[in-house]
């Protein structure tokens, strides 16, 4: 398996405008998450969906994020209308849960978030 | 919610020197617990994990050892190289939630 897969590595755009990121989680995961890494605040999970279905997004940090998993194979997070301050690294990662243990989470490579 | 107590760093030690970075966690129930690190410029990849009390999770020549009593899981190695250079991160797991990280700890070693 090629791992999880994230698209854009990398994406700067302007304030106001809306970017997508987009997540391909390993085939047979079961649970994805969406984290964001800043310095200042380190690796905050945004969002947390188990078999396609938003289990947790109590971290998404207000209503200009939005997070969809149309399918078993991908995933995106939106922001509309980007922000200087959601400028980050943003990390997708994907394992297998069962309803007694969590299996380890696999890492994508990340998107690095410029926002000017 | 889990939470994890670790030293951010960063931690800056010699080459062969012995490492030791804290973790203690907070948590319900019998979490798994884990060990991750990041390379400059990647994802977060597991290092070790652990899974009940006792158990010894070890990789690499890293060592942590799940402490249920003091709450704790600490990451050792004995003699560390130039190329462990990373953040590593602590997380307790429990089924049917999502890993929570915190800072990490920035390892530095030199030459």
């Known amino acids: 398996d090629a791992g999880v897969i994230q698209s854009p590595r990398h994406e700067v755009t302007e304030m106001g405008q809306e970017v997508t990121l987009r997540c391909k989680p390993i085939s047979g995961h079961n649970s994805l998450f969406w984290y964001r890494q800043t310095m200042m605040r380190g690796l905050e999970l945004l969002i947390y969906?188990?078999?396609?279905?938003?289990?947790?997004d109590s971290g998404m940090p207000e209503d200009r994020f939005s997070a969809k998993m149309p399918n078993a194979s991908f995933s995106t997070l939106k922001i509309q209308p980007s922000e200087p301050r959601d400028s980050a690294v943003y990390f997708c990662?994907?394992?297998f849960g069962t309803g007694q243990r969590n299996t380890e989470a696999f890492f994508g490579q990340g998107t690095r978030l410029t926002v000017v | 919610g889990n939470s994890v107590t670790q030293m951010e760093g960063p931690v800056t030690l010699s080459e062969e020197a012995f490492l030791t970075i804290n973790c203690t966690y907070t948590a319900t129930g019998y979490p798994s617990l884990f060990w991750y690190v990041q390379y400059p410029g990647e994802g977060l990849q597991l290092l070790l994990k652990a899974t009940k009390a006792d158990d010894k999770g070890s990789n690499k020549g890293f060592e942590a050892t799940y402490r249920k009593e003091t709450t704790s899981f600490h990451l050792e190695k004995g003699s560390v190289q130039v190329s462990d250079s990373a953040v590593y991160f602590c997380a307790p797991a429990n089924s049917g939630y999502a890993l929570n990280f915190g800072k990490g700890t920035s390892l530095l070693v030199t030459p």
């Open positions: 969906f188990n078999n396609n279905v938003p289990i947790d």
């Open positions: 990662a994907s394992s």
